[in-house]
């Protein structure tokens, strides 16, 4: 089973760009569709991005759509998400999870992942 690992957050001003990055250092992400979510203190886990394991299929959530961009880098065995335009309301901790093998495609909920990161930080201040 793969085990993802977040890298990239930290502290950044509104109207900055991030980039997150999910990887595994060991198991090849190719054969998992992988999402990203987030969680910000006191509210739900809330749908982020999504990409299909061969990359064709990208799903995001509609009040991010314009700002972000996922994408997936099978040389390096990684899973981005591109950050723009921050806001406040971006801060949050952002997980990076993979659905399990038998699934055919990512979802939006968070049942539908069976492998998760620990989560990385994003801190967006004025």
């Known amino acids: 089973q793969v085990q993802p690992v977040e890298s990239g957050g930290g502290l950044v001003q509104a109207g900055d760009s991030l980039r997150l990055s999910c990887s595994d250092s060991?198991?090849?992400?190719?054969?998992?569709?992988t999402g990203w979510f987030r969680q910000a203190p006191g509210k739900e886990r809330e749908f982020v991005a999504a990409?299909?394991?061969?990359?064709?299929?990208?799903y995001y959530a509609d009040s991010l759509k314009d700002r972000i961009t996922i994408s997936r880098d099978s040389a390096k065995n990684t899973v981005h998400l591109q950050m723009n335009s921050l806001k406040l309301e971006d801060t949050a901790v952002y997980y990076c999870?993979?659905?399990?093998?038998?699934?055919?495609?990512?979802?939006?909920?968070?049942?539908?992942?069976?492998?998760w990161g620990q989560g990385t930080q994003v801190t967006v201040s004025s």
């Open positions: 999870a993979a659905t399990h093998p038998s699934r055919k495609g990512p979802g939006s909920r968070p049942s539908d992942y069976a492998y």
């Open positions: 060991v198991r090849t992400f190719d054969n998992y569709a």
């Open positions: 990409i299909s394991w061969s990359g064709d299929s990208i």
